[in-house]
Structures are given as C-alpha cells and as structure tokens.
C-alpha cells in the first residue's frame, strides 16, 4: 500500500447537553478528522485532541500543526506503507501522542478496508457487543444530577461514572446511591482535581461501594497516587497519568493503579493500547476504554478495542447520541445496555458525506 496523503477536516459537532468537568465546560466538539489516501483506498483517523491543553498538553490547532510540519512529512521520508511503520517513523517525535495516534488509526483503516478486515478481528476481539458505561457531568444542583442519572439508567446504560470536583463529590455520590440504590455500577472521576492532602476526604467515598476513583491526582504524581491507595480502599484507577506501556507498567509495579482506564489517542495509539491491555491482563490489572466524547468514527474503534479479553469493566462507551443529535457515521444505538462491535472491512462505518460537509469548518489536503 502506497500513501498518496492526508486530508486533515476539522468538524464541529454541537453537544445534545453541556458537559462539564473539573477543568472545562464542552458545549461543541471540534473534532479534527484525518483521512489517510493511499492507492488502495482510503482510511479514517479521529484525533482526540480538546480545543486546549486542558485535559492533556495537546491541543487540535497543535495536532494539527505537528502533523503538517514534521509527521507526515516523516511518514513520507520513511516511505511508511503500514500501520506499525507510522510508530516507528514518529517514535523519534517526543509527545503529541494524540496526533500520532489519529495517524496510525487512518493508515490502520485504510490497511484493514483493503484487505477486508475488520479492526476488531485486527485487535483481537472475543465478544460481539460490549456493555455501555456513562459519563455524566458537573451539574448546577443534585435534582439536576439525580434527573440526567435517572435518564440514563432508565435508557439501559449499564454503568454511571460521576464526574467529581472538589465541592461536588461526596454529597453528589451519596445522593445518587440513595436514589438508584446499591446496585447501580458506579464511579467517579476527578481529572486531577485533588491532591494527597485530599487522602482524609476521599476516603470517605469508600463507604459508597464505587468500582474506582479515576485519576484523583496529578497526571505525573505517581507517587501520590500509591500513597493515597494505601488510605483510601475504593481502588485507584489512571487515567491521564497512563501516557504508554511503559508508564502502565511502571504504575502497576508502585501500587499506583488497580484498574486502568485505556484511550488509545492519548497513549498514542490502538496498537500501544493492545500493549497496555496485555500488560494489564498479564498483572492480573482490570481494564476498560475511556473515551473522548468520539463521533461514529473514532467510537468505531473504541467499541472494537472494548471487545477483547481483559476490558472487563464496563468502558465510557456510551451511544451516539449520548453526545450528539447527528452522529457523522450511521448512529451507534444502544441495544440492552450493548453496543454491537462493528464487523465490517476496518472501523466498519464511514463518515455520511452530506453530514460531513454540512458540519465541517475547514479541510486541507497534504500531499506525500
Ligand atoms: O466519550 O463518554 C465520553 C467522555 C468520557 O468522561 C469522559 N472523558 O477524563 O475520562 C475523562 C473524560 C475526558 C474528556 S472530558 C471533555
Ligand atoms: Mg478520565
């Protein structure tokens, strides 16, 4: 397979519902598609990237910067033709994970549709549907939060995350146990919101049976996070702090992480995701797929990577239109708490023209 060049599409996709957390407020996600030409057909790629280095340093005018100025100008020089060849030709490149990642799944695409596999059977799927978890947001009240919880439940979502901060986290969770009882799967998620001098205060979340507390501390207070798992016995799951294998590994082995949170775009790919998923399973560390508020296409993926063996928890893997109104691929809909794992040639779904064109806000070609 010979690349042609990329099409880099930047598309604004307006939220059914603000969604905020610690760090932002999100109401519109502009998402940055990467369409990767070569002369055996296409592939698509969604890089992650927020619109500022809020969540991580990246950000979708910087991803879209390093692509043009030193990726796939390497891609090019490399003479790159597959999927691993993009790691290898961008490993010398520090960072910008979330750029290099929306690379390797459009040429990864474009590999598996000429070829006619599909991404799941690529990654090693063992399950045909996988169960849906929601994300839910900072709200301005408790009824607010318990009427959006009540909603998601009742549209079958098999698991409810609380985004938390310091101000909206003990009193959030103890209502929502209180209204939808014990048996409701669900976790909280800080992004970073705390530090250790917190240990005292998040200890008290122990009493309402969470599956995790994600990513209480700083994304480099590793540290930290061993120390606050030996006070606080709600396990401990990474997030941001989980940039490569390597950092998983390392986690693991201080006592940092009981449970990892996998996004492929921010550990620069699905292929260093496998990695991180069989290091996990092979240290007895449950894993489950985060997400990025994806459109069709980068959800595509995430559903297929959900499906192997060690994401045994039930992942941010929500239905379109948890997030949006018009998905830009054919609507993943959820089906008894499920989502069907697409089985089709690569991601499976593609990007609906008129759709597309109607919510795209700029498009440039770069050549090879
Ligand atoms: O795609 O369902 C989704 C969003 C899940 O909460 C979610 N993502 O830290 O895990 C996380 C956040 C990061 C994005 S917040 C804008
Ligand atoms: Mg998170």
Redesign the pocket.
């Known amino acids: 397979m010979k690349l042609e060049g990329f099409e880099l599409r930047r598309v604004a996709m307006p939220l059914v519902s603000p969604?905020r957390?610690s760090f932002?407020t999100?109401t519109e996600r502009d998402i940055l598609l990467v369409r990767a030409v070569t002369d055996e057909g296409e592939g698509w790629g969604e890089c992650v990237t927020?619109p500022d280095p809020l969540?991580s340093p990246e950000y979708a005018d910087g991803a879209v910067d390093v692509m043009k100025r030193f990726f796939i100008p390497a891609l090019a020089a490399a003479g790159v033709s597959d999927a691993p060849g993009v790691g290898h030709a961008l490993y010398p490149y520090k960072g910008h994970r979330m750029a290099k990642a929306a690379l390797e799944m459009a040429v990864l695409d474009a590999e598996l549709r000429a070829e006619g596999r599909s991404f799941a059977r690529e990654l090693g799927s063992v399950h045909s549907s996988v169960p849906c978890g929601?994300?839910v947001g900072i709200m301005n009240s408790i009824p607010e939060l318990l009427d959006a919880v009540g909603g998601y439940l009742d549209a079958g979502y098999v698991r409810i995350?609380l985004?938390i901060e310091p101000g909206w986290d003990i009193e959030a969770v103890r209502a929502v146990r209180e209204k939808f009882g014990d048996d409701v799967l669900l976790q909280v998620?800080a992004?970073t919101a705390y530090t250790l001098r917190d240990a005292r205060h998040l200890a008290r979340l122990d009493d309402f049976d969470l599956l995790l507390i994600?990513?209480p501390l700083e994304e480099e207070d590793i540290l930290g996070h061993a120390e606050l798992a030996k006070i606080v016995k709600t396990p401990i799951c990474l997030?941001e702090s989980i940039t490569s294998a390597q950092t998983a590994a390392a986690a693991i082995r201080l006592g940092a992480t009981q449970v990892i949170?996998i996004k492929p775009g921010r550990v620069g790919g699905y292929l260093e995701a496998r990695r991180i998923h069989d290091i996990a399973a092979a240290n007895g560390i449950a894993v489950w797929c985060?997400?990025?508020?994806?459109s069709g296409i980068g959800r595509a993926a995430n559903v297929a990577l959900a499906s192997l063996p060690g994401f045994t928890l039930p992942g941010?893997v929500?239905a379109s239109d948890?997030?949006y109104r018009t998905d830009i691929t054919a609507p993943f809909v959820m089906k008894d708490g499920h989502l069907d794992v697409p089985a089709g040639p690569g991601l499976g779904v593609s990007p609906i023209q008129e759709v597309l064109d109607e919510l795209t806000t700029s498009v440039e070609w770069v050549h090879i």
Not at 290 to 294: D, I
């Open positions: 969604f957390t932002s999100q927020l969540y929601v994300s995350k985004k998620d992004n994600e990513q997030d949170n985060g997400g990025m508020l994806e941010d929500s948890r997030f």
